[in-house]
């Protein structure tokens, strides 16, 4: 395979190679054009050094032909394959004419010499034109020689390939068949069966030992399995007898609301249309009316989509999705409620990570948070978002300055409809369910959630896997 990959390939990766420095060389001098530095003293030595790590011959021209900047003494040479592209010159090869961005490369027969060369010429950000020059070496007879070694190498590497392996094969057949044997009982849950080590460091000792370690940890987890399964099948007992409760007060819940909605909703119509006189009252009243029929509607839809999570209706879809990303979408869908409300929002600098969540549900928890913080924000009136990485979890915190929770209230903000401050939370269309929801979401992702009191405000926190 490396015989007819040098014999197929070799001569188009040293062109494309050479293609690739050609480019990179080019945009370095265009970035230097752009920036007025590319005709200074300064930057020439580093312009003799690139063009020298790539050996190519370089100039700079103006539209008149006056050279601004070049490499070495070859003006003439350089300067006439420039004029032979662009005013009528033919290359030889004509399968190799690349045009990349401002720049485009041929490649071309010099017929003084009968010599290959890859030429590229461009116009720079400041209308100067630059012109590159490199040979194409022959590389037919480098393949040969090359080709030639490795025929000797691949020659002598079989034969003394077949002569280690008759030799190790014997001595690892013998190991490998006893670790099947082991391997078949423990198919069979039959972990009585040990490895026992020769006393010699090598892998497959050090493999025994390991399955020794493996059936060991098997068997405990079996007797660990059975006892959670009949934790289990207690739990589900339990877990039957209350469920038809909470179904009903949920559905219960859920019916006596969506009416009045409907109602709410259907007089707020009408005395939109005109059915009051007094304009003043009837906008006061339509406001407050649809204003209810959203809020109620609101608590409808965050008792659901509870009712879902608990009861395992909703399938947690876990994944691994950029954390990053969906951090700067939350962010970006609460820029305006934030403008609104006149609070910034800051988000501490972070490299990205992947983190294992259902993603729509981790962004309901990062949502909640960041509108709760945005709601809540006093004083500075600012948001700050950080991620802190750890072994093998990522903690996510949301800051708001403001008034701390009092401690009292602490253990109790979780639980579905309470408010710390009704006043305020009715002022925004909280209904005190959405911490409920955070919480019902990272119980189903079996992962940790909480809230930190400051001098100078709050921060709500949760934990996904890295």
């Known amino acids: 395979m490396i015989f007819l990959l040098n014999t197929t390939l070799l001569g188009q990766i040293y062109l494309y190679s050479k293609q690739k420095a050609m480019v990179s060389t080019f945009q370095a001098l265009n970035q ?63 399968w190799l004419n690349i045009e990349e961005e401002d720049c485009t490369i041929e490649r071309l027969t010099d017929d003084r010499n009968n010599q290959e060369y890859l030429i590229l010429w461009g116009i720079l950000k400041d209308g100067n034109i630059v012109m590159m020059r490199t040979t194409v070496a022959s590389l037919h007879e480098s393949a040969k020689v090359t080709n030639r070694f490795l025929i000797y ?29 082991i391997s078949e009982k423990m198919t069979q849950l039959d972990f009585n ?22 059936s060991e940890s098997l068997e405990e987890a079996i007797g660990d399995l059975k006892k959670a399964n009949l934790e289990l099948q207690h739990d589900l007992e339990i877990k039957d007898k209350t469920e038809e409760m909470r179904k009903e007060f949920l559905s219960n819940v859920s019916h006596e609301l969506k009416t009045p909605i409907a109602v709410i909703q259907g007089y707020a119509e009408g005395l939109a249309e005109g059915v009051i006189e007094d304009k003043e009252s009837q906008k006061y009243y339509c406001e407050v009316i649809v204003d209810e ?28 999705i950029m954390l990053k990303a969906m951090v700067e979408g939350i962010v970006a869908s609460n820029k305006i409620l934030a403008d609104q409300s006149e609070v910034s929002i800051v988000v501490e600098d972070f490299d990205e990570v992947q983190v294992w969540a259902d993603e729509f549900f981790a962004e309901q928890v990062l949502s909640n948070y960041i509108t709760n913080a945005i709601h809540y924000a006093k004083y500075d009136k600012q948001v700050r978002i950080k991620v802190i990485e750890k072994e093998k979890d990522v903690r996510i915190c949301v800051f708001n300055t403001g008034d701390p929770i009092p401690e009292d209230s602490i253990q109790r903000i979780w639980e579905k409809f309470y408010k710390v401050d009704k006043a305020r939370t009715r002022a925004y269309g909280g209904s005190g369910i959405g911490l409920s929801v955070v919480k019902a979401v990272m119980d189903s992702f079996h992962k940790e959630c909480g809230v930190t009191n400051y001098e100078n405000g709050v921060e709500f926190w949760f934990e996904l896997d890295k």
């Open 153 to 181: 190498v691949g020659v002598f590497g079989i034969l003394v390939s077949v002569v280690v392996a008759r030799i190790l094969s014997g001595y690892l057949t013998k190991p490998l068949h006893e670790l099947t044997e």
């Open 293 to 320: 029929a959203k809020r109620m509607n609101t608590m409808v839809k965050q008792l659901l989509a509870l009712n879902q999570i608990e009861y395992g209706h909703d399938n947690v879809n876990m994944e691994h």
């Open 193 to 214: 069966a040990k490895y026992v080590p020769k006393n010699t460091a090598n892998e497959v000792d050090r493999l025994g030992i390991h399955m020794n370690k493996l």
């Open 32 to 94: 230097a054009a752009e920036n007025d530095e590319l005709y200074t003293d300064d930057y020439y030595l580093t312009f003799e050094a690139m063009i020298s790590k790539e050996n190519l011959s370089t100039i700079v021209m103006s539209s008149d032909g006056t050279v601004c900047l070049a490499s070495q003494n070859d003006y003439d040479l350089i300067k006439s394959q420039m004029y032979m592209i662009l005013f009528g010159g033919s290359g030889k090869s004509p």
